[in-house]
C-alpha cells in the first residue's frame, strides 16, 4: 500500500488536503524546503513513500492558469554556467518523472520583476520557490515525487497581492490530491 506524504510551503497551500493524509510544511524557499524533506525522509519508512509536492506558482508566460505537474525543476538562481566552467555539474535541473512537459524554475528570489520573468520565461513555463529543494532531496533518498502546483500569478507585479490568491489555489490543490489518492 502506498503512502502519501503531502508537502507544501505554507499551512494555507495545504488548507484543503484530506483529513488523514500527513502534511509537512517547509517554509519557504529552496534551503527550507530541503531541510524540512531530509528530516522528513531520514525518521521514517521511504520503502512504500511517494512525496506530493503541492502549491502556488507563478505563470511565467501568458495564458497559464490552472494545475500543472512539472517534468523537470530548474535551479534559477544558481550560477550554472560558471560551476560548469570550473568542471563541476551544477545538477541544475532535474527530471520529475510523470510530468505533463512542463518546466519549473526554483529559487530563492521572489519573482514579481518583469525582466526576471521574461529572462526565465526562456528557459521555463512556471515559477515558485521550493520545488527544488523538495525534489533533489526525494532524489537523495530514492523517494518518488509528483510536484502539482496551480497558478496563483503571473509573476509580475500582481504577484505581490499572493496571500490573497493562496486559499483559492487551495481548494483547487486539494481536490486534486483527493481526486489522486482515491484513483491510486
Not at 22 to 47: H, Y
Not at 152 to 165: E, H, M
Amino acid at each position: 500500500m502506498t503512502d502519501y506524504l503531502v508537502v507544501s510551503a505554507i499551512a494555507g497551500e495545504a488548507r484543503y488536503v484530506p483529513d488523514g493524509l500527513p502534511v509537512l510544511i517547509t517554509g519557504v524557499g529552496k534551503t527550507q524546503a530541503a531541510v524540512a524533506m531530509t528530516r522528513a525522509l531520514a525518521t521514517r519508512d521511504t520503502s512504500d513513500l511517494v512525496v506530493l509536492n503541492v502549491g502556488t506558482t507563478g505563470a511565467l508566460r501568458d495564458g497559464l492558469s490552472g494545475i500543472y505537474l512539472p517534468s523537470s525543476v530548474i535551479n534559477h538562481d544558481l550560477n550554472a554556467d560558471a560551476i560548469r566552467a570550473i568542471g563541476l555539474d551544477p545538477q541544475e535541473e532535474l527530471p520529475v518523472d510523470g510530468g505533463d512537459g512542463t518546466v519549473l524554475a526554483s529559487g530563492d528570489v521572489f519573482v514579481a520583476d518583469p525582466v526576471v520573468r521574461d529572462r526565465l520565461a526562456e528557459r521555463a513555463h512556471l515559477v515558485d520557490m521550493e520545488a527544488y529543494g523538495v525534489v533533489y532531496a526525494c532524489r537523495e533518498f530514492g523517494v518518488p515525487v509528483k510536484v502539482v502546483k496551480h497558478v496563483s500569478d503571473a509573476a509580475d507585479d500582481a504577484a505581490f497581492d499572493w496571500p490573497a490568491q493562496v486559499d483559492a489555489s487551495a481548494k483547487v490543490l486539494g481536490e486534486w490530491v483527493t481526486e489522486f489518492v482515491r484513483q491510486a
